[in-house]
């Protein structure tokens, strides 16, 4: 298996690309199973995820083309023959569930396997199940698959979510967009990739209104056609590699960033002691001192300050001046990268959903490894800043978020390498 090895060398700067969306790519592929017509995606990102989730297409019968080196997605859902998202595929990304609503919509029937836990929490699909109930769908638990149907099509409901779910919210809005009525999506998510998915939706004929607000309504069409659509950028990649320059000082334009994606993140950095400026081409990030200082951060639905940028910010937090503190309310078990922190000579304390973050004057390098992606990110860029090498093993989970970490953070002068499989 591969490691990153990453050597602390101080000030970066110079400016990084930052990719489309993986979680928008994710929930915007499987739209293309509502359509006999081509679904394009531009800007999309080359990640093993997005792979994951053609092949999960490719089994269902869609074509995927691949062009552009990856960046653009060419789909049909017309050969689509299969409806049966196979264990084999879904067990490896979660994201799978997102082809439940689609196919639901387009032929009636599905069947899914359950994803399973994952790392950073049980992560049920109890809220897509109710979803598609609502739209008149009847769902059974057997052989560890979700099977359901809908044989005279869905209907037009009302889906009131208990709590705010990114992925259900996304199910709901793709399987309403063939229901027959009306359907109002009440607590909807509101994160910047439904809003990306409503575009798309709406570029192939749906009728939707109220994307990026909680209440989301959906007048059903008999059939939607082809589209081409670019990707939104990528917050989460966006955030990560912002807190670069936060952490080791100097200044990086991440380009194509914009600060809506992110505005409760920005607050923080900004509370934190770093400056982010929108230019014409994406963010400027510097810090205003040598010194960052402590700032407490609370996860939320957006737009409230994301889950997926809370290891990074903790990364950063270590070496504040004071202590921070770290609340999740998102999933019950991401704290995983806190002792990873602490072997590299961090003060964090975790109790429950809480970590107490006391900031050390600096970071020591240290052999370190992540069960998820967002936390083996965090290792990396704490291992910018720390003295001598940080070695970050599993690398496989970077390589489902992250395109080009290493050339990308060596354009901005950091000392990182790939070193295969050892
Ligand atoms: C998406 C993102 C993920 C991000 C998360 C929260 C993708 C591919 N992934 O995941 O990177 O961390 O949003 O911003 O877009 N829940 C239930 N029942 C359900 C569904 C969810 O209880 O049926 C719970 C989850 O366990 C979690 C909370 O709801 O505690 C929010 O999860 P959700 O927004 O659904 O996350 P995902 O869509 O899986």
Known sequence: MDSILVTGNGALSGQIPIAGAKNACLTLMPAAILSDDPLTLTNAPRLSDIKTMTTLLESLGLEVASLQNGKVLAMSGRGANNLRADYDIVRKMRASILVLGPLLARHGRAEVSLP???????????????????????????????????????????????????????????????????????????????????????????????????????????????????????????????????????????????????????????????????????????????????????????????????????????TADGESVLEETIFENRFMHAPELNRMGAKIDVQGGTAKVTGVTRLKGAPVMATDLRASVSLILAGLAADGDTKVARVYHLDRGYEKVVTKLRGVGALIERIKGD
């Open 116 to 318: 399973g836990g994952c790392a950073i929490g049980a992560r049920p699909v109890d809220l897509h199940q109710r979803a598609m109930e609502a739209l008149g769908a009847e769902l059974e638990l057997r052989d560890g698959y979700l099977h359901a149907s809908a044989p005279n099509g869905l209907k037009g409901g009302i889906i009131d979510f208990p709590i705010v779910s990114v992925g259900a919210t996304e199910n709901a809005l793709m399987a309403a967009t063939l229901a027959k009525g009306t359907t109002e999506i009440r607590n909807a998510a509101r994160e910047p990739e439904i809003v990306d998915l409503a575009h798309c939706l709406r570029a192939m004929g749906a009728q939707i209104s109220g994307e990026g607000t909680s209440t989301i309504t959906i007048q059903g069409v008999d059939s939607l056609g082809g589209a081409t659509h670019p990707v939104v950028t990528d917050r989460i990649e966006l955030g990560t590699y912002m807190l670069a320059p936060a952490i080791t000082g100097g200044e990086v334009e991440l380009l194509g960033g914009r600060r809506d994606l992110l505005a409760a993140f920005c607050d923080k950095l900004d509370e934190a002691g770093v400056d982010v400026t929108q230019t014409n081409t994406g963010l400027k990030v510097k810090r205003r001192s040598d010194h960052i200082k402590a700032v407490n951060v609370t996860t939320e639905p957006f737009p409230g300050f994301p889950t997926d940028l809370q290891a990074q910010m903790m990364a950063m937090l270590c």
